[in-house]
């Protein structure tokens, strides 16, 4: 079509051509600009403006008040601009709207996230963030905008990420709670002994295409599937909807020389694992199963930590991430499974993201530390959960679980297990455990599972830590 189109129409192509030339001039010009972070990620005029506010102020009393996107307040590319802006404002007042029913702006995604941003250029002193909000219509934001802020200090705020994001929290009650999730350690925590977690990106669907066959509808001898990230959802392995096919043969041998190189860079997750394990092809990942998670996600979705431990002898696109352990055995990888998968992770992760589970947001979630014997319940529960036929066997039998599908009933109830343990083990209360489901996704139907987790929970809390 596209040839056809060359022919047919060339007033077109040149149209094309010069609006490609135009656009190349300015991310040429933004990318060399003065404008810290342009090079991460997508160049995008927004950061652009976002520097040019900031600089026109005067450095100490200047005021600025603008509608920014939410990616300002969480993406990796504006990193910069947030540290500069949590450093030197006193105070940054920040308000968040959600586009539901496009309610503020009719030709922008009705799931996208907007601020309204108000601060003065002054050091930072004291509790100097204040964050509302979300408000997902005209008559909430009347009626609730008025309250007392979210009020927080900038050196805390600073820490919760390693892009200085800023979280959305539904209500005043919601900081408490937030607060507790956060006294955990980070997912990516290293002290050189307990169990150690990497994401990393395994092939990407433009760059190794030529390694993939995406034409054949049937999967051809000898091939393995390659995942998308619609290839899998949260407890479901396998939705049979792949991306391409791949020879192991070809592939296998292509990862394990990105392995080699990456061995030697300080950077790359290949660099905490001894030679000796990176030197053999049956060491490398795809021969297992492995927990992966969507890139794609929104905290408006339904879930926004969607992920699974997908199953032997398939290969990944960079759509979905998995996690390398430099440490740590199978039992290790259920307990993260269950954590990752529970609702109280699910809310706190709806904090910070909007469109994408980045890895500067995946590394630091908060992983409930193993020093509660209960941990070992969300092993025996995530564990059964996820080996869900025969290509789990050697995976279950690690961990010491059955393996084979569960009725739809007794998934249920290990589903509304896992929330209660998991929500003992961050250190919560009852109350605080309502307060997730009642907060965790507009409009979502939640009596039923409310009424039977709280009862768990209670079970749980009767047993010896």
């Given at each position: 079509?596209?040839?056809?189109?060359?022919?047919?129409?060339?007033?077109?192509?040149?149209?094309?051509?010069?609006?490609?030339?135009?656009?190349?001039?300015?991310?040429?010009?933004?990318?060399?600009?003065?404008?810290?972070?342009?090079?991460?990620?997508?160049?995008?005029?927004?950061?652009?403006?976002?520097?040019?506010?900031?600089?026109?102020?005067?450095?100490?009393?200047?005021?600025?008040?603008?509608?920014?996107?939410?990616?300002?307040?969480?993406?990796?590319?504006?990193?910069?601009?947030?540290?500069?802006?949590?450093?030197?404002?006193?105070?940054?007042?920040?308000?968040?709207?959600?586009?539901?029913?496009?309610?503020?702006?009719?030709?922008?995604?009705?799931?996208?996230?907007?601020?309204?941003?108000?601060?003065?250029?002054?050091?930072?002193?004291g509790k100097s963030v204040r964050l509302r909000g979300p408000f997902r219509s005209?008559?909430?934001?009347?009626?609730?905008?008025?309250?007392?802020?979210?009020?927080?200090?900038?050196?805390?705020?600073?820490?919760?990420?390693?892009?200085?994001?800023?979280?959305?929290?539904?209500?005043?009650?919601?900081?408490?709670?937030?607060?507790?999730?956060?006294?955990?350690?980070?997912?990516?925590?290293?002290?050189?002994?307990?169990?150690?977690?990497?994401?990393?990106?395994?092939?990407?669907?433009?760059?190794?295409?030529?390694?993939?066959?995406?034409?054949?509808?049937?999967?051809?001898?000898?091939?393995?599937?390659?995942?998308?990230?619609?290839?899998?959802?949260?407890?479901?392995?396998?939705?049979?909807?792949?991306?391409?096919?791949?020879?192991?043969?070809?592939?296998?041998?292509?990862?394990?020389?990105?392995?080699?190189?990456?061995?030697?860079?300080?950077?790359?997750?290949?660099?905490?694992?001894?030679?000796?394990?990176?030197?053999?092809?049956?060491?490398?990942?795809?021969?297992?199963?492995?927990?992966?998670?969507?890139?794609?996600?929104?905290?408006?979705?339904?879930?926004?930590?969607?992920?699974?431990?997908?199953?032997?002898?398939?290969?990944?696109?960079?759509?979905?991430?998995?996690?390398?352990?430099?440490?740590?055995?199978?039992?290790?990888?259920?307990?993260?499974?269950?954590?990752?998968?529970?609702?109280?992770?699910?809310?706190?992760?709806?904090?910070?993201?909007?469109?994408?589970?980045?890895?500067?947001?995946?590394?630091?979630?908060?992983?409930?530390?193993?020093?509660?014997?209960?941990?070992?319940?969300?092993?025996?529960?995530?564990?059964?959960?996820?080996?869900?036929?025969?290509?789990?066997?050697?995976?279950?039998?690690?961990?010491?679980?059955?393996?084979?599908?569960?009725?739809?009933?007794?998934?249920?109830?290990?589903?509304?297990?896992?929330?209660?343990?998991?929500?003992?083990?961050?250190?919560?209360?009852?109350?605080?455990?309502?307060?997730?489901?009642?907060?965790?996704?507009?409009?979502?139907?939640?009596?039923?599972?409310?009424?039977?987790?709280?009862?768990?929970?209670?079970?749980?809390?009767?047993?010896?830590?």
């Amino acid at each position: 079509m596209i040839a056809k189109l060359r022919r047919q129409r060339p007033d077109l192509v040149q149209f094309y051509e010069k609006e490609v030339a135009e656009t190349e001039a300015t991310r040429k010009a933004l990318v060399t600009g003065p404008y810290p972070g342009m090079g991460t990620g997508d160049p995008d005029l927004y950061k652009a403006f976002c520097w040019r506010f900031l600089n026109l102020l005067a450095r100490e009393g200047g005021w600025l008040g603008v509608v920014l996107p939410r990616s300002a307040f969480n993406a990796k590319g504006s990193t910069d601009f947030r540290q500069a802006v949590l450093e030197n404002s006193n105070p940054l007042d920040v308000t968040m709207l959600v586009n539901n029913r496009q309610w503020i702006f009719p030709e922008v995604h009705p799931q996208y996230t907007i601020g309204l941003v108000a601060l003065s250029r002054n050091k930072a002193d004291g509790k100097s963030v204040r964050l509302r909000g979300p408000f997902r219509s005209l008559e909430r934001f009347h009626a609730e905008a008025a309250a007392p802020p979210a009020e927080f200090p900038a050196p805390e705020v600073i820490g919760w990420t390693d892009s200085a994001s800023l979280p959305l929290l539904p209500t005043e009650e919601s900081l408490e709670i937030f607060t507790q999730l956060r006294k955990a350690p980070r997912l990516d925590f290293n002290d050189g002994r307990s169990w150690r977690v990497r994401p990393h990106r395994e092939l990407d669907a433009t760059n190794d295409k030529e390694l993939l066959d995406v034409k054949s509808a049937d999967k051809p001898r000898g091939f393995w599937p390659v995942f998308k990230d619609e290839s899998f959802d949260l407890w479901e392995p396998d939705t049979s909807s792949y991306y391409a096919w791949a020879d192991p043969k070809i592939v296998l041998l292509e990862l394990q020389s990105t392995r080699l190189r990456g061995a030697g860079n300080r950077k790359s997750p290949f660099s905490e694992f001894s030679r000796d394990v990176l030197r053999k092809v049956d060491t490398a990942p795809p021969n297992f199963a492995r927990i992966a998670f969507r890139d794609v996600s929104r905290a408006t979705d339904c879930r926004t930590m969607r992920l699974a431990l997908v199953p032997p002898k398939i290969f990944i696109t960079n759509q979905a991430p998995y996690s390398l352990w430099p440490r740590g055995d199978e039992h290790d990888q259920a307990y993260l499974l269950g954590v990752l998968c529970s609702l109280p992770l699910d809310w706190y992760a709806r904090r910070f993201v909007e469109t994408h589970m980045n890895f500067c947001v995946f590394n630091p979630l908060p992983r409930p530390a193993r020093d509660d014997a209960r941990w070992q319940r969300v092993v025996q529960l995530a564990g059964r959960l996820a080996a869900v036929d025969d290509r789990f066997a050697a995976w279950a039998q690690a961990v010491g679980v059955p393996c084979g599908p569960l009725d739809a009933l007794e998934k249920q109830a290990h589903l509304h297990e896992l929330d209660a343990v998991v929500a003992h083990l961050y250190g919560l209360t009852e109350r605080q455990l309502i307060h997730l489901f009642e907060t965790f996704h507009e409009g979502w139907d939640y009596q039923d599972r409310l009424e039977v987790t709280p009862e768990h929970f209670h079970v749980w809390g009767k047993q010896r830590a």
